[in-house]
């Protein structure tokens, strides 16, 4: 069973401490939601996963089946079989949508094999068509250039069509402050509940306590301050709903 490990992780920007002894397990199968005021570390935290190299590691470990994933390049992490959606996609004029997701597919089977040929064109053609009809996506789409012109919603349609064509193991997913208009986040949430369960761990990331209305987490953590200050179920999110982050705020301070 697949599982990122997230252990006391402290990470400084230009010397300045952000994340300060966080720890998470997220297992292949669960969803998990974290939570915070705006300044906390959130996108700081996806980031450090993705391997951003303005964000230094101070202490702490992250470890994916057991690998020490702060040793791996960005790239190498995506083909071990984390997927990190970027917040502020660019744009690829003259590669479309189907291209870009081929290529990272063979990538991704060559890191397995080396010796590995990649997918048949019928292959792939028959897996982008299962995934875009699973996501009900127009099949025009994947003869668009990635992300050029795209939407706020059609940037999200990309994210979810890459994230059910590679078949990533962890997914983390920072819907901090992408434009997430209705029609995006049902995008996302529907994405998300299609591929979640099953093979697929993910993390959400979010200030937005709506998201949560749509996609059903099975663990819910609030960050302040640079820490995970409280852990639960879905009803943490609801209760955050009418009570706001100040009940927490004491406890945030209590552990500094
Ligand atoms: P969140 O996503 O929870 O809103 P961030 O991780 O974006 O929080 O930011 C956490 C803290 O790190 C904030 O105080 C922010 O000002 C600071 N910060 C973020 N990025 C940088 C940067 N590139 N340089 C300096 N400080 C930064
Ligand atoms: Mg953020």
Do not use: C
Not at 86 to 93: D, E, K, T
Not at 156 to 181: C, F, H, N, V
Not at 212 to 235: A, C, D, Q, T
């Amino acid at each position: 069973m697949s599982q990122l490990e997230i252990k006391d992780l402290h990470v400084s920007i230009e010397d300045k401490e952000i994340l300060k002894g966080l720890s998470l397990t997220i297992k292949q199968g669960e969803i998990h939601a974290i939570m915070g005021p705006n300044g906390t570390g959130k996108s700081t935290l996806a980031y450090t996963l993705m391997g951003h190299p303005n964000y230094t590691v101070t202490a702490g470990e992250i470890l994916f089946n057991g690998e020490n994933v702060l040793e791996m390049e960005p790239d190498e992490r995506s083909r071990a079989g984390i997927f990190l959606a970027f917040q502020y996609p660019v744009a690829i004029p003259g590669v479309t949508v189907a291209n870009f997701l081929r290529s990272a597919i063979n990538s991704r089977r060559r890191a397995e094999n080396p010796d590995d040929k990649g997918i048949s064109i019928p292959e792939f053609r028959k897996l982008l068509k299962e995934k875009m009809d699973m996501l009900k996506m127009d099949h025009n789409f994947a003869g668009r250039y990635l992300n050029d012109g795209f939407s706020g919603g059609e940037k999200k349609r990309a994210e979810i069509l890459q994230m059910a064509t590679l078949k990533p193991e962890i997914a983390i997913l920072d819907e901090t402050d992408s434009g997430l208009d209705i029609d995006a986040l049902r995008i996302v949430s529907e994405g998300v509940n299609a591929l979640a369960g099953g093979e697929l761990g993910v993390l959400v990331i979010t200030h937005y306590q709506r998201l949560l209305n749509y996609i059903k987490p099975h663990f819910v953590h609030v960050m302040m301050g640079g820490r995970i200050v409280e852990s639960g179920g879905p009803e943490l999110a609801l209760h955050l709903e009418e009570q706001g982050y100040d009940w927490l705020r004491e406890k945030a301070e209590e552990n500094v």
